[in-house]
């Protein structure tokens, strides 16, 4: 049996089990790659994907579950925060091995899209749930202040 | 087109159409290289590539877990080639022993902090090689003087002439090769020590660097393997039927590792390895916990070690001693963590294996899996991507994931290609850990405040008797990697003794980020503190008066406590502690900054950091590995552990495993010392001076010295 859901613009039919996560979904059946599996139990949000435009770990989300929410993953994203966070990410080369990095763009977009001005604070909170462990934590506080003082210009 | 057909020969030029120019050099001679054509009477390397196009592809032979190397090795042969760095492009080598090793391991792998080290002559070369021939070629057509010929940014010029690389790559390829090339004087340095932006930052900050995990084959299905809970057991039996029936699963087979659930996607895999019935026969299994290792290991302090280094007279320099720090000092069992899991495509077809993994040490992963595949090692070809960080975690000498892949691809029958996919738990307790250890230090000021003695200790499972080269690993019964950091202290120590024991539970172990530095460091470091107290001494003039021998040493020690204004007055309930260390020839010293949160939480709030790593390549890079290496160093400091209860791991994901997160980075200020001296590493080196540092600054705030790593283990107000 067909599942509908709404992935980044388009309604696709997925062909899966009601409890599959949607992390693989997205991966295996839709071939969005750039949302990663780090733990499977919303632990590391290397899965991060935007859900009617909040950030959601598709990890524990099952297909079941998206019902008529938009999701947008890191393939999909074309607002003005999504580029500055892109643009400031690249600028500042926040990457190490990369691998966080899908998850913690769309925590970071999420953030600006809700809070134009993050204090350090604000930037803590929101970024919390992704692990690096590369520790590029740094580059990361400075990028989204980068991406939100060009968003205000 | 003898050059093109050599290396065509060695399948490197495959789809690249022969056209171009392709250039290789030998590994040896001084500023000496030569293309080897036809039957070369030596393996020549090659690293570049030019295109008509006007691309240049500069081959990357040492692996890329996120530490900038695939910018750092194109930059050396771009700024040779006076390349413009838009038309630089990069691919990783294949498994190839003669092109393509590691100068300094002889084999193809990457390790140590060393990919610059044992790279920088030889890209450089390559790189004067290709601009060598490129303006000869040039200089030929225009029938001008090659010495009239000028190099800037990939265009070529003389006079009104002008042609960009790709114009004459062609020509370039029928010259024979120089016999000479003459490198660049630093002062003529275009992007070496420049900032020059990673090559890989656009993929991986919008999702499109493809990962093990990610790549895609026709066919393809994916594997998840049960294990026994505890190291050491193994399969009894096991019945697949309810496994079988689980939509999407296509084979389950018995493999020497478990029993591994292949399926057509990674959740019917999953859900078929929930279905699956197993007996294990646990009757070789580990049954110890950290705890019966840590008393056991304590037992073993009384009892003398394989001698690592011994010098003038340890325990008469003791017994000199009018005060003494007598230390035992506990380090847990690290999981690496990295954020990909452990994983790797192998398929079997044609009677060859090709694979396609994050391969850190593609030679040795290739003859792990010629063996587990029963194929001649010819047979076995190849694909290096990037990986999700690594640590060390995917150069095991026994190669257990990659090898893992090719017994179930083999138990498949090799009638698809079959992704391996440790999940996060798998991962975490598939063992390969920093191992546990403890250390006793007993050392001693004179009635003069000197350092006089001290006596080291270390007990702690060895990485590298497991090695293809433990006899040469191994001196003496000391594994090196257990002592180094210690046995090597760059301080003047008269009367020094460091021993060890290397006892062998079941829990495979290996290297990890530092390696023995990510231990000893700490005993050094924190023992060294103790003691400058003891001898009523500025902790940074002690350590500079046992360093007079070592001013690279010293520096850094210095460049450190002068950028943090050591010795100022602090707020108060913040301290501050240093630590100096050098890790595989880099000397990196650090002075944390850190309060006590209201619950005693330790907050680190600053780390400045100097190093000497020689000449710099990529400045930015080298700050962001240190950022990085303070940022695992803190996670290990502070919150990591891995216990095994019962000969099984406990922390399982990273609801248990705590790594660092953003809300505890502190802020990190990198100074680098500028220096002609040859490049050295720094992939490694930021790690093993925070954990010490931070001692020290704790021990400082509130006198008590913390021998236990991690620090969650400690409440204020207890040793
Ligand atoms: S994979 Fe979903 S939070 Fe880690
Ligand atoms: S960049 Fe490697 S885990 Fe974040």
């Known amino acids: 049996m067909a599942t509908n859901i709404n992935v980044n613009g388009a309604s696709v039919a997925i062909e899966a089990d009601p409890d599959t996560p949607l992390l693989w979904v997205l991966r295996e059946h839709l071939g969005l790659k750039g949302t990663k599996y ?9 899965c991060t994907v935007h859900m009617d435009g909040m950030p959601v770990r598709s990890c524990v989300l099952p297909l079941e579950g998206v019902g008529t929410a938009r999701i947008t993953t890191i393939e999909g994203l074309e607002s003005p925060a999504a580029r500055a966070v892109r643009d400031a990410w690249i600028a500042l080369d926040v990457v190490q091995c990369g691998y966080c990095q899908s998850g913690q763009i769309m925590s970071a977009i999420a953030l600006l899209e809700g809070t134009p001005a993050p204090t350090d604070e604000d930037i803590d909170g929101a970024m919390s749930g992704n692990i690096c462990r590369c520790a590029t934590y740094l580059r990361i506080r400075a990028a989204i202040r980068a991406a939100a003082a060009a968003l205000k210009a | 087109m003898g050059i093109d057909a050599g290396i065509s020969r060695r399948g490197f030029l495959k789809g690249a159409g022969g056209a171009g120019l392709v250039i290789g050099v030998t590994l040896s001679g001084l500023g000496r290289g030569r293309v080897m054509a036809g039957e070369a009477p030596f393996a020549p390397n090659a690293f570049v590539r030019v295109s008509p196009d006007n691309l240049v592809t500069v081959v990357i032979k040492q692996f890329e877990m996120g530490q900038g190397v695939t910018t750092g090795l194109a930059t050396l042969v771009a700024d040779e080639m006076d390349a413009d760095w838009s038309q630089i492009r990069t691919e990783f080598a294949p498994a190839d022993l003669a092109l393509y090793k590691n100068l300094f391991f002889g084999i193809q792998a990457t390790g140590g902090s060393n990919s610059i080290a044992n790279s920088y002559d030889q890209m450089r070369r390559a790189g004067a090689m290709a601009r060598a021939m490129l303006v000869a070629a040039a200089a030929k057509a225009w029938n001008v003087p090659a010495d009239s010929v000028s190099v800037s940014k990939g265009v070529l010029t003389a006079g009104a002439r002008r042609a960009v690389f790709g114009d004459v790559a062609s020509a370039a390829a029928r010259l024979p090769p120089p016999d000479d090339v003459v490198l660049k004087r630093p002062d003529r340095f275009t992007l070496i020590g420049k900032h ?14 493809t990962y093990t995990i990610d790549m895609d084959l026709p066919g393809l299905l994916t594997a998840v393997t ?68 840590v008393a056991e290991y304590r037992l073993l302090l009384d009892k003398p070690g394989a001698v690592a280094v011994r010098r003038g007279d340890p325990p008469g320099g003791l017994a000199a001693a009018v005060k003494t720090v007598d230390a035992v000092l506990e380090f847990p069992y690290l999981a690496h963590a990295a954020m990909e899991p452990m994983n790797c495509i192998a398929w079997l077809h ?3 294996l090709e694979t396609w993994s994050g391969h850190q040490a593609p030679t040795m992963d290739q003859l792990n899996m010629a063996a587990a595949a029963g194929l001649p090692v010819d047979k076995v070809v190849l694909h290096t991507l990037p990986s999700g960080g690594s640590f060390g975690r995917r150069s095991t000498f026994d190669g257990d994931h990659i090898v893992e892949a090719v017994r179930v691809a083999k138990a498949v029958g090799g009638t698809a290609p079959i992704r391996l996919q ?19 230090v007993r050392a001693g000021v004179d009635a003069a405040g000197k350092l006089c003695g001290w006596s080291h200790r270390i007990v702690g499972q060895s990485i590298y008797s497991a090695s293809p080269a433990a006899a040469a690993a191994m001196k003496d019964g000391v594994d090196d990697s257990s002592v180094e950091g210690a046995a090597n202290t760059p301080y003047a120590i008269p009367n020094l003794q460091v021993d060890l024991h290397s006892p062998g539970p079941e829990v495979p172990v290996h290297v990890w980020r530092s390696v023995g530095n990510s231990h000893t460091a700490y005993a050094m470091e924190t023992v060294m503190d103790e003691l400058a107290g003891l001898a009523g001494r500025d902790p940074v003039e002690f350590r500079l008066a046992l360093l007079t021998e070592q001013p690279r040493h010293a520096g850094v020690l210095r460049l450190a406590a002068e950028q943090a204004n050591w010795g100022s007055a602090l707020p108060d309930g913040v301290a501050r502690g240093v630590a100096v260390h050098r890790t595989f020839n880099t000397s990196v010293a650090q002075v944390v900054e850190l309060g006590l949160d209201d619950d005693g939480t330790i907050r680190v709030r600053r780390v400045v950091v100097a190093v000497d790593c020689g000449r710099v390549v990529n400045p930015d890079i080298v700050r962001a590995q240190m950022e990085g290496g303070v940022g695992f160093g803190l996670s290990a400091a502070l919150l990591s552990e891995l216990t095994l209860d019962k000969g099984a791991a406990v922390e399982r994901n990273f609801d248990a495993f705590q790594v660092l997160r953003i809300d505890r980075m502190p802020a990190v200020e990198v ?11 720094v992939g490694e080196p930021g790690v093993p001076p925070v954990a010490p540092a931070i001692a020290n600054a704790v021990a400082a705030l509130t006198g008590t010295r913390v021998r236990r790593l991690p620090f969650a283990r400690w409440k204020p107000g207890t040793a």
């Open chain 2, 422 to 440: 440790r999940m996060r738990e798998d991962d975490m307790r598939a063992g390969y850990y920093r191992p546990l250890y403890v250390h006793r």
């Open chain 2, 226 to 293: 049960a294990k026994p809970p505890r190291f050491g057991a193994t399969v009894k039996s096991f019945d697949a039927s309810d496994a079988l029936a689980v939509k999407g699963v296509r084979h389950v087979v018995g493999i020497p590792e478990g029993v591994a659930v292949v399926a057509e996607g990674t959740w019917p895999a999953l859900k078929g390895r929930k279905a699956l019935r197993v007996e294990w026969d646990e009757s070789g299994a580990e049954r110890r916990s950290s705890d019966d290792l």
């Open chain 2, 671 to 681: 100074h680098i010392v500028e220096s002609d001296e040859a490049p050295t590493g």
């Open chain 1, 38 to 46: 780090g733990c499977g139990i919303s632990a590391c949000g290397a």
């Open chain 2, 350 to 352: 044609d009677g060859t």
């Open chain 2, 196 to 209: 020059v932006g990673r090559l890989d930052s656009p993929a991986k900050s919008t999702g499109k660097e």
